[in-house]
């Protein structure tokens, strides 16, 4: 019987599955193969979080695969030597794979295709996996890649999805051995609130979305205590949630918000398209602005835990350290606080994202930062936030800082937003820090900086 092994990566599902569906056209029977990767861990991407919702994404793969006759084989090690090793046990003669856009994943996928050769296997490579448009397929005229998003948006818009596909009846699955399933519990310290992973958990959530949320989009998708996005993130960034089918389902509903909903997925695919032909924009600027970064420990220790004096922004780092997540409007605030306000390079709080996100993605964590910082592709580069405002504004009766700082839970309305200007003996009975800088004075030295 033929044998085909398909390499699962950032793509764990049966659902709308372009790289199963590949392989099972094309083999007898198929190894589902997850590899738990040594060089992940050595890049330092193994963050606790992401690996609890990795080992319950894992799960529900294999309990899917299992409801078709299949199993999940899982291997640890270097990908493309268990990958070789899986493809000599079971006599395959090709690897089913989806694209990444990482510098990492070209390189496994140059260093698998490689080793394949070498023992008579052949990779076969799948786009619109794990964005819903590959990037590369709409490109700028005399360029590889869109760097504004309105008129990549345009385009994507413009541009016809691939149709989704039907989850497979039965996958056949040769006697390969595996190693045990991780668990969440090996996982080490996580986040109190992390939310459950997997393939089951996240099509009950976009169906759950879809019926009663994706209609007020449009107008609450900024709104801080009302926590009107999605929470899709984490879903889409392990694949257990396919883009394409969600712009399709989502474009079925029609209406405002189901347009500002796909436009959040197709910001998703610009970033994709910006790295895969900038891959050193992971950790260099795409747009260099000179920048002399201050490095103040106590100032940056502070961002971290969530003690700068401005309750907004103390919120949102609070609501990250304890969900391994943070609201949209709360991801710009804290960013544009640390790289514009307090002037720190803005790969500080890229890797503080990376150590706790559990949706945290190279490509959409790294160029969202250098667009806050004004590196990336923000056509506004020195636009700086001002928390007060932005708190003002999005957090009207406070509650979202209520939550998340009880500290100040018992001051009321939008003086919860300024509570350095409280009466002297009201204020020192607060166990809540001073404002760490001066608003104005840090959007001075931002400026004087930039020049």
Same mark, same amino acid.
């Given at each position: 019987?033929?044998?085909?092994?398909?390499?699962?990566?950032?793509?764990?599902?049966?659902?709308?599955?372009?790289?199963?569906?590949?392989?099972?056209?094309?083999?007898?029977?198929?190894?589902?193969?997850?590899?738990?990767?040594?060089?992940?861990?050595?890049?330092?991407?193994?963050?606790?979080?992401?690996?609890?919702?990795?080992?319950?994404?894992?799960?529900?793969?294999?309990?899917?695969?299992?409801?078709?006759?299949?199993?999940?084989?899982?291997?640890?090690?270097?990908?493309?030597?268990?990958?070789?090793?899986?493809?000599?046990?079971?006599?395959?003669?090709?690897?089913?794979?989806?694209?990444?856009?990482?510098?990492?994943?070209?390189?496994?996928?140059?260093?698998?295709?490689?080793?394949?050769?070498?023992?008579?296997?052949?990779?076969?490579?799948?786009?619109?996996?794990?964005?819903?448009?590959?990037?590369?397929?709409?490109?700028?005229?005399?360029?590889?890649?869109?760097?504004?998003?309105?008129?990549?948006?345009?385009?994507?818009?413009?541009?016809?999805?691939?149709? %989704? #596909? $039907? +989850?497979?009846?039965? /996958?056949?699955?040769? =006697?390969?051995?595996?190693?045990?399933?991780?668990? *969440?519990? !090996?996982?080490?310290?996580?986040?109190?609130?992390?939310?459950?992973?997997?393939?089951?958990?996240?099509?009950?959530?976009?169906?759950?979305?879809?019926?009663?949320?994706?209609?007020?989009?449009?107008?609450?998708?900024?709104?801080?205590?009302?926590?009107?996005?999605?929470?899709?993130?984490?879903?889409?960034?392990?694949?257990?949630?396919?883009?394409?089918?969600?712009?399709?389902?989502?474009?079925?509903?029609?209406?405002?918000?189901?347009?500002?909903?796909?436009?959040?997925?197709?910001?998703?695919?610009?970033?994709?398209? %910006? #790295? $895969? +032909?900038?891959?050193? /924009?992971?950790?260099? =600027?795409?747009?260099?602005?000179?920048?002399?970064? *201050?490095? !103040?420990?106590?100032?940056?220790?502070?961002?971290?835990?969530?003690?700068?004096?401005?309750?907004?922004?103390?919120?949102?780092?609070?609501?990250?350290?304890?969900?391994?997540?943070?609201?949209?409007?709360?991801?710009?605030?804290?960013?544009?606080?640390?790289?514009?306000?307090?002037?720190?390079?803005?790969?500080?709080?890229?890797?503080?994202?990376?150590?706790?996100?559990?949706?945290?993605?190279?490509?959409?964590?790294?160029?969202?930062?250098?667009?806050?910082?004004?590196?990336?592709?923000?056509?506004?580069?020195?636009? %700086? #936030?001002?928390?007060?405002?932005?708190?003002?504004?999005? =957090?009207?009766?406070?509650?979202?800082?209520?939550?998340?700082?009880?500290?100040?839970?018992?001051?009321?309305?939008?003086?919860?937003?300024?509570?350095?200007?409280?009466?002297?003996?009201?204020?020192?009975?607060?166990?809540?820090?001073?404002?760490?800088?001066?608003?104005?004075?840090?959007?001075?030295?931002?400026?004087?900086?930039?020049?």
């Amino acid at each position: 019987m033929s044998v085909a092994v398909v390499l699962f990566t950032s793509d764990l599902r049966v659902h709308d599955q372009p790289v199963l569906r590949a392989a099972l056209r094309g083999a007898d029977q198929v190894v589902p193969l997850f590899v738990r990767d040594e060089g992940v861990r050595a890049a330092g991407f193994d963050a606790p979080n992401r690996l609890a919702f990795l080992a319950d994404c894992l799960g529900s793969l294999d309990a899917g695969l299992r409801q078709r006759g299949g199993r999940l084989v899982v291997r640890t090690g270097d990908a493309v030597d268990q990958v070789c090793r899986v493809v000599r046990e079971s006599g395959a003669r090709r690897v089913h794979v989806a694209a990444g856009v990482s510098r990492y994943a070209t390189a496994r996928e140059e260093r698998l295709r490689t080793a394949l050769r070498g023992i008579g296997c052949a990779l076969d490579v799948q786009d619109a996996v794990v964005t819903a448009l590959p990037p590369g397929q709409i490109t700028p005229a005399g360029g590889d890649a869109f760097a504004v998003f309105t008129p990549y948006f345009r385009r994507w818009s413009e541009t016809r999805l691939r149709e %989704v #596909l $039907a +989850a497979p009846r039965t /996958v056949r699955v040769p =006697d390969v051995a595996s190693d045990p399933l991780p668990e *969440r519990a !090996d996982a080490g310290q996580i986040s109190p609130g992390l939310p459950e992973g997997g393939e089951t958990v996240a099509r009950k959530r976009l169906t759950a979305w879809l019926a009663d949320g994706i209609e007020s989009y449009e107008d609450r998708h900024d709104d801080l205590p009302g926590d009107a996005t999605s929470r899709l993130s984490p879903y889409l960034h392990f694949g257990c949630l396919s883009p394409v089918e969600a712009v399709h389902r989502a474009r079925e509903k029609r209406g405002a918000g189901a347009e500002a909903f796909v436009r959040q997925l197709a910001w998703r695919d610009f970033h994709h398209q %910006v #790295l $895969a +032909a900038r891959p050193e /924009v992971s950790w260099s =600027d795409y747009r260099p602005r000179g920048d002399r970064w *201050r490095s !103040d420990r106590q100032e940056i220790a502070a961002w971290r835990e969530g003690r700068t004096g401005y309750p907004v922004v103390d919120a949102a780092m609070r609501q990250l350290t304890h969900e391994g997540w943070m609201h949209n409007r709360g991801r710009l605030l804290v960013a544009s606080f640390l790289t514009k306000t307090l002037y720190v390079d803005w790969r500080v709080g890229a890797r503080h994202f990376l150590d706790l996100l559990v949706d945290g993605d190279v490509a959409n964590n790294q160029l969202n930062w250098q667009w806050a910082a004004g590196t990336g592709t923000d056509t506004r580069p020195g636009r %700086v #936030l001002n928390p007060v405002t932005q708190a003002l504004r999005f =957090d009207p009766k406070g509650d979202y800082v209520r939550r998340w700082v009880p500290e100040l839970a018992d001051l009321p309305g939008s003086a919860v937003h300024r509570p350095w200007l409280l009466p002297p003996p009201d204020r020192a009975q607060l166990a809540y820090p001073a404002p760490i800088v001066d608003l104005a004075e840090g959007r001075d030295r931002f400026a004087r900086a930039r020049g």
